[in-house]
């Protein structure tokens, strides 16, 4: 999905747009779901429900918004490992959020995910302007991902003791088609041949499918583990990097990486020794 996004950038598509056309077709997606199931998403008593659904679908957008803007400004695979922040993120929350038992490895991960980062963003302050170096604009953006996509989770392990999938996906479809639509219509432009248009579709395809086992995942394991899982993501973007895009990471991007994903890692080992038999 983060690969379609990239390319439709490199061919003049706005965030914004990629972001709408996503959203347009997860929502028709969602709609389905809902239609199968005849439930109505909108009728509700439950004031608390309607909110967690607004959080779900606003900071589902803004990191759906980073994410593009992540891979638009730098390399896939350094906006892949900042979004590697939020299992940790996840990890640290979730005992005071949900209720879920404390996981204590995360005060060994977050030090070392933290670590990972700075190598892989290689701030000029400390590493003197080495190239490949990221810019304070493009890493406070890509770090941001990671905050959102946090709450984002969190709440809909929270609504997953309830709410159908179908609504909780088409909470955030609707927020992000709403949120996406006028900057995409500003900047909009049409594509010129039938690859360009293969990709809008794929992201769109791509998000119901990703959406669709996220949240079925969520719902139905423990938060920190279900985000943990994802780390082979980074491997991915890598491969992606060097054979699509022809950019090949330095030695300390590597190395910062390697440090994400066993912090990630450990945060797996830990939970499955801990939990019962």
């Given at each position: 999905?983060?690969?379609?996004?990239?390319?439709?950038?490199?061919?003049?598509?706005?965030?914004?747009?990629?972001?709408?056309?996503?959203?347009?077709?997860?929502?028709?997606?969602?709609?389905?779901?809902?239609?199968?199931?005849?439930?109505?998403?909108?009728?509700?008593?439950?004031?608390?429900?309607?909110?967690?659904?607004?959080?779900?679908g606003i900071f589902g957008f803004l990191t759906v918004t980073s994410v593009y803007w992540s891979v638009h400004?730098?390399?896939?695979?350094?906006?892949?490992?900042?979004?590697?922040?939020?299992?940790?993120?996840?990890?640290?929350?979730?005992?005071?959020?949900?209720?879920?038992?404390?996981?204590?490895?995360?005060?060994?991960?977050?030090?070392?995910?933290?670590?990972?980062?700075?190598?892989?963003?290689?701030?000029?302050?400390?590493?003197?302007?080495?190239?490949?170096?990221?810019?304070?604009?493009?890493?406070?953006?890509?770090?941001?991902?990671?905050?959102?996509?946090?709450?984002?989770?969190?709440?809909?392990?929270?609504?997953?003791?309830?709410?159908?999938?179908?609504?909780?996906?088409?909470?955030?479809?609707?927020?992000?088609?709403?949120?996406?639509?006028?900057?995409?219509?500003?900047?909009?432009?049409?594509?010129?041949?039938?690859?360009?248009?293969?990709?809008?579709?794929?992201?769109?395809?791509?998000?119901?499918?990703?959406?669709?086992?996220?949240?079925?995942?969520?719902?139905?394991?423990?938060?920190?583990?279900?985000?943990?899982?994802?780390?082979?993501?980074?491997?991915?973007?890598?491969?992606?990097?060097?054979?699509?895009?022809?950019?090949?990471?330095?030695?300390?991007?590597?190395?910062?990486?390697?440090?994400?994903?066993?912090?990630?890692?450990?945060?797996?080992?830990?939970?499955?020794?801990?939990?019962?038999?």
């Amino acid at each position: 999905m983060q690969t379609q996004a990239k390319l439709l950038s490199a061919r003049g598509f706005s965030v914004l747009q990629t972001v709408f056309c996503r959203s347009i077709i997860l929502l028709n997606f969602a709609m389905y779901l809902t239609w199968v199931n005849a439930k109505n998403p909108f009728r509700s008593e439950s004031a608390c429900r309607k909110l967690l659904l607004l959080v779900r679908g606003i900071f589902g957008f803004l990191t759906v918004t980073s994410v593009y803007w992540s891979v638009h400004v730098m390399p896939l695979q350094d906006a892949t490992v900042l979004m590697f922040l939020s299992p940790c993120l996840v990890a640290l929350a979730s005992p005071f959020i949900l209720g879920q038992p404390v996981n204590k490895a995360v005060f060994f991960s977050i030090p070392v995910a933290f670590t990972g980062v700075v190598l892989v963003a290689q701030p000029p302050a400390i590493f003197g302007g080495q190239e490949g170096g990221m810019s304070l604009k493009n890493f406070m953006i890509g770090s941001s991902q990671a905050i959102t996509a946090s709450v984002a989770k969190l709440s809909v392990s929270f609504l997953g003791k309830s709410e159908p999938t179908a609504h909780i996906i088409m909470s955030m479809a609707l927020v992000s088609c709403m949120g996406s639509s006028f900057g995409s219509l500003l900047n909009w432009k049409f594509p010129h041949d039938p690859l360009e248009f293969l990709f809008l579709l794929g992201v769109g395809v791509c998000a119901c499918l990703v959406q669709f086992t996220a949240t079925l995942a969520l719902k139905r394991s423990n938060t920190a583990s279900v985000m943990s899982i994802s780390y082979l993501g980074i491997v991915w973007s890598i491969l992606i990097d060097y054979i699509v895009f022809g950019m090949a990471p330095n030695l300390l991007s590597i190395c910062g990486s390697s440090l994400v994903i066993v912090s990630n890692l450990c945060l797996i080992l830990y939970e499955r020794l801990a939990s019962p038999m």
